[in-house]
């Protein structure tokens, strides 16, 4: 089929063998590429009831049919696995220049299989797989790490490594990518460390046949005039998405002090206006993007000057700052920069640190630590990624955590993984999206808080909320499968989507096929989490979001978050028995 190469890899890392496979168009008809194509193959190859950590359970790298042509944003790649987090369906996707170089070796997917005898780089290219040793970075940095493994790969080629955390196989350890850039949710660094996979660079430049690159042109233009007239293309420009530290603090859906608040009263100091007047801010998009949110930071003054990285981003802010109730930015980016040098993902390594303060304050560990203290944060985040200590306990994730301290009614998190910075008690609609979500609470999946900050719908309505979230949900899954970024959520709507497929692959698909195509997609993935043990049962939220309001006020009942689960599995059934 157009826009593909219908060819897996197969990588053997106990044999230390690859081989090549096709994959059928039928596949492709039916999943499209990216997250379709990934969910298809874990469903479909994945052991039932692996552990995240045998050697039997795969780990799947894919890119979609978009993936190296002139359209804008698709400058991504995703992973799926078990994870380790949540014992379900985990998949994560990232920006930067990887993806392309992915597709460029000739294939639409790669699949781990085993572990490999010691610590491994896998350099892949056009012509195959290379198995090199990797123990000189034992132990080591990310960044140290993806700079060597690039000084033994081809020129030209880019990569993805771990830091000690995913060797140590933490629950929240990451995947890093240009330094800054993060496969972060649901711990899949922790998969590739217990492989024995410190890193893989990829080299390619082939390039698939697409249907019609005409259209593509003419929809190119389509998506520039829409951002050139739309001002989120400015905001985003601008200010990046701290832009919405701002935002949340005025909706009152801002989570502070381990979610016992709403509002911030030192939020400024966290926000994207404090950033461009502290911090020497440029421009760092990823390929083929106009939006440009990401931004390279340099820390002015104070103990940090000199420091840059890429970001942060709101969801580090929120975590790191917000729930640790940090006051100053520069000390979240003091932060973000050490969890990226270990490779831990920064918004459960904020939830786990806030939820040690209150640990603290209820008698349950002695570790000390209090709010606004991000000394002694780095410090636990060093015994995280050692595993020693209290480390110990928060390494195995949240839900260990809580049940070894006896705070299980207290702990944030749905499935085992920690929600992100919209308070659903505000944003009720945000309260659907955390609960069904495959791979624990998240906002990516659906990105509904756009549509319940932005005024598209009441955040305290309950009626029919649950149709219009399936409508961003359905629209994020096939972003994902082609693979784009979430961002341009306002620029592909559903003609778009048609034509991109078309100009694409050929299809030619109107609203209802896509949505169809989408609803599969979903199903299989709650499919996979319904036979490893997360049944409907887990589609909910922690107690504190029913019993304890912020102290705003704000309420979400139990009730209300019923009725709109209901409404939704009500819509996503009966297209499931449509097809």
């Avoid at 560990?365 to 709010?371: E, L």
């Avoid at 509904?448 to 219009?468: C, N, R, V």
């Avoid at 096939?478 to 694409?504: A, H, N, P, V, Y």
């Avoid at 609203?511 to 049944?535: D, F, M, P, V």
Wanted: net charge neutral.
């Amino acid at each position: 089929m157009k826009g593909f190469f219908n060819r897996l890899l197969n990588i053997d890392l106990t044999y230390r063998s690859y081989q090549y496979e096709s994959i059928p168009d039928s596949v492709f008809e039916g999943f499209l590429g990216g997250k379709g194509l990934g969910t298809y193959l874990l469903y479909h190859r994945n052991p039932v009831g692996v552990d995240p950590f045998a050697p039997e359970n795969l780990f799947i790298i894919h890119v979609g049919p978009a993936t190296g042509s002139r359209i804008w944003s698709q400058s991504r790649f995703g992973v799926v696995s078990k994870s380790p987090a949540t014992g379900g369906y985990g998949e994560s996707y990232c920006g930067g220049t990887l993806a392309p170089k992915i597709k460029g070796c000739g294939v639409d997917a790669v699949l781990l299989s085993g572990k490999a005898d010691r610590l491994t780089f896998l350099i892949i290219t056009e012509q195959g797989v290379t198995f090199q040793d990797a123990s000189p970075m034992a132990g080591k940095e990310t960044y140290e790490t993806e700079e060597y493994l690039l000084s033994l790969s081809p020129p030209g080629a880019k990569a993805m490594v771990i830091g000690p955390a995913g060797e140590n196989r933490v629950i929240c350890a990451c995947i890093k990518h240009d330094k800054y850039r993060s496969l972060g949710r649901g711990g899949l660094g922790a998969v590739l460390g217990s492989k024995n996979i410190k890193g893989i660079s990829f080299n390619g430049s082939q390039k698939p046949e697409w249907e019609d690159d005409g259209l593509l042109l003419e929809l190119n233009r389509r998506v520039a005039q829409k951002g050139n007239q739309s001002p989120v293309t400015k905001n985003y420009q601008n200010y990046g998405t701290p832009m919405q530290v701002a935002a949340t603090n005025q909706a009152r859906c801002f989570p502070n002090h381990y979610w016992k608040s709403g509002y911030f009263d030192k939020w400024e100091n966290l926000s994207a206006e404090y950033m461009r007047t502290h911090f020497d801010i440029t421009h760092h998009p990823c390929p083929n993007c106009f939006l440009k949110c990401t931004r390279a930071s340099r820390v002015k003054h104070g103990r940090h000057a000199g420091l840059t990285i890429d970001g942060p981003e709101f969801e580090t802010i929120y975590a790191l700052g917000g729930l640790n109730a940090l006051e100053s930015l520069e000390e979240v980016v003091y932060l973000n920069d050490l969890c990226d040098r270990l490779g831990i993902d920064t918004m459960t390594a904020g939830n786990l640190s806030a939820f040690t303060i209150e640990a603290v304050k209820a008698g349950k560990t002695d570790f000390p630590i209090d709010y606004n203290q991000p000394d002694r944060m780095a410090d636990l985040f060093h015994l995280i990624a050692r595993r020693e200590g209290v480390g110990e306990i928060l390494a195995r994730g949240i839900r260990y955590a809580a049940r070894e301290w006896g705070l299980e009614d207290f702990a944030i998190h749905v499935k085992g993984l920690e929600p992100a910075g919209f308070d659903p008690r505000v944003l009720k609609g945000m309260g659907l999206a955390y609960a069904v979500s495959v791979r624990g609470a998240c906002h990516l999946r659906g990105t509904f808080y756009k549509a319940e900050l932005s005024g598209q719908i009441d955040p305290s309505q309950i009626e029919g909320k649950a149709k219009l979230f399936i409508d961003y949900e359905d629209r994020a899954a096939l972003l994902d499968s082609m693979i784009l970024c979430r961002f341009f959520r306002d620029f592909f709507l559903w003609d778009e989507l048609s034509m991109l497929i078309k100009g694409t692959t050929g299809m030619d698909l109107d609203k209802e096929r896509l949505e169809r195509i989408a609803n599969r997609i979903t199903q299989l993935a709650r499919s996979y989490n319904l036979r490893e043990g997360l049944g409907p049962e887990t589609d909910t939220l922690p107690p504190r979001f029913f019993q304890e309001p912020t102290q705003e006020g704000a309420v979400l009942r139990e009730e209300e978050l019923q009725y709109m689960l209901k409404e939704y599995n009500a819509i996503r059934s009966s297209r499931e028995k449509g097809e």
